[in-house]
């Protein structure tokens, strides 16, 4: 299953839930392969890829320089390797416009890339060329929604953009979810915005919300996953949860379609 962690907002919890859902479903018996699609390599820092480490990156793979298996870089964890980002993909999106078959590149590469059970893309805050390749290369999408005010801004676009991707570009593209992220009970609003959301979405959001912790922030400066760092908080906790979850959706083939009910 390849599985783009998509919201062009900015800071809602993409790169956390991608390294940190990988982590727990390879701790559940799964391979899984990180995308690292955004050129603030964020994804790749937070695994511990040093630079040097980084000899061909998604960029190299998506311009043609290399075939995706040149670039998969094994991590610290057993069974979670990663295609890492470098700042070279920040010219990808102008680069791509003048390439053959430009949204389609990522799929294209990924076609011959069958020994993982999940791929995970990490996608950059935006919806340009980087976020397309991604969703036309995926499956499902998942969408990290923090319950802040604005939450629900923004996603009816995301929404559309999937469901213009279905419609023309990859037809299979069903979304997996939204997780709602960055959750505080503590927080009147948080807990408002959060209710909000599940009202307006429904089954579209997993039982599973992921609450502000601070050892999910603190993780990355170590270069380990959340749920390596500290197994027990509170918020690798909920990481393990969410995977179930996905698990489950993904198995019973439960993946919901975007238009609104
Ligand atoms: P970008 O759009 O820039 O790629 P993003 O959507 O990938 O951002 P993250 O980088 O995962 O978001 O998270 C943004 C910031 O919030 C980071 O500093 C991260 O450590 C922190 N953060 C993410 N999730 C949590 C959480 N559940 N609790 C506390 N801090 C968190
Ligand atoms: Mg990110």
Redesign the pocket.
């Known amino acids: 299953m390849i599985i783009a962690v998509a919201?062009q907002?900015?800071?809602?919890?993409?790169?956390?839930?991608?390294?940190n859902l990988a982590t727990a479903m390879v701790a559940a018996g799964h391979s899984v392969l990180i995308i690292d699609s955004?050129p603030?390599g964020?994804a790749s820092t937070g695994l511990g890829i040093e630079r040097k480490k980084r000899k061909a990156s998604i960029y190299d793979v998506l311009v043609g320089h290399a075939v995706a298996e040149e670039a998969v870089v094994s991590t610290t964890i057993p069974g979670l390797d990663i295609i890492p980002s470098t700042a070279a993909l920040s010219g990808a999106e102008v680069e791509l416009v003048d390439l053959d078959r430009r949204s389609h590149r990522l799929a294209d590469a990924l076609a011959n890339l069958d020994r993982y059970d999940h791929v995970l893309i990490?996608c950059?805050?935006s919806l340009g060329l980087l976020t397309l390749n991604a969703l036309v290369a995926a499956n499902t999408v998942l969408v990290?929604l923090q319950a802040e005010f604005f939450a629900l801004e923004g996603l009816s676009q995301l929404l559309g953009t999937i469901e213009r991707v279905r419609s023309g570009l990859n037809p299979r593209l069903k979304l997996l979810g939204v997780v709602l992220?960055?959750?505080d009970r503590r927080n009147r609003l948080s807990e408002q915005v959060s209710n909000d959301v599940r009202a307006v979405l429904g089954q579209r959001v997993f039982d599973t919300s992921?609450?502000?912790?601070?050892r999910?922030?603190?993780?990355?400066s170590h270069g380990l996953p959340g749920l390596v760092y500290d197994s027990r908080c509170a918020?690798s906790e909920?990481y393990v949860e969410l995977a179930r979850e996905v698990l489950a959706r993904i198995g019973g083939r439960a993946v919901l379609e975007t238009e609104s009910g």
């Open positions: 919201n907002k900015g800071g809602v919890g993409k790169t956390t839930t991608a390294i955004d603030q964020n990490d950059p805050p990290p992220t960055m959750v992921i609450p502000r912790n601070v999910l922030s603190e993780a990355p918020g909920a």
